[in-house]
């Protein structure tokens, strides 16, 4: 079965930053395109970040364009997500998620993927 391990979050002031980590476990992760979703306390889970296979095509929510940037190192079975400016409405469980298929459109939906890490706790205070 495959298994998605995170790491990298934790609680920042606003203007920080901080690199998420999601590494492979049962599987090879070049054959997979990637996701990044967060969830805020009592709202529902949101897309940021999306990464095809290769690497070669990357997707942004609006609300974290220009200030995260996802990337996939695929020799260390490796995805990231650096978050640099960290605003306290950045404030989330982040979950990252994974899929076999070859994506066509953007990958900003939930049911697009079939594995999902255990999520990690971002806290930005004021």
């Known amino acids: 079965q495959v298994q998605l391990v995170q790491s990298g979050g934790g609680s920042v002031q606003a203007g920080g930053s901080l690199r998420l980590s999601c590494s492979a476990s049962g599987a090879t992760l070049s054959n997979y395109f990637m996701g990044w979703f967060r969830q805020p306390r009592g709202k529902e889970r949101e897309f940021v970040a999306a990464i095809s296979k290769n690497g070669s095509s990357k997707n942004y929510a609006d609300s974290v364009k220009g200030r995260f940037t996802i990337s996939r190192d695929n020799a260390k079975n490796t995805v990231y997500m650096q978050m640099n400016s960290l605003k306290p409405e950045d404030t989330a469980v982040y979950y990252c998620?994974?899929?076999?298929?070859?994506?066509?459109?953007?990958?900003?939906?939930?049911?697009?993927?079939?594995?999902w890490g255990q999520g990690t706790q971002v806290t930005v205070s004021s």
């Open positions: 998620a994974a899929t076999p298929k070859t994506l066509t459109d953007w990958g900003t939906r939930t049911y697009e993927y079939e594995y």
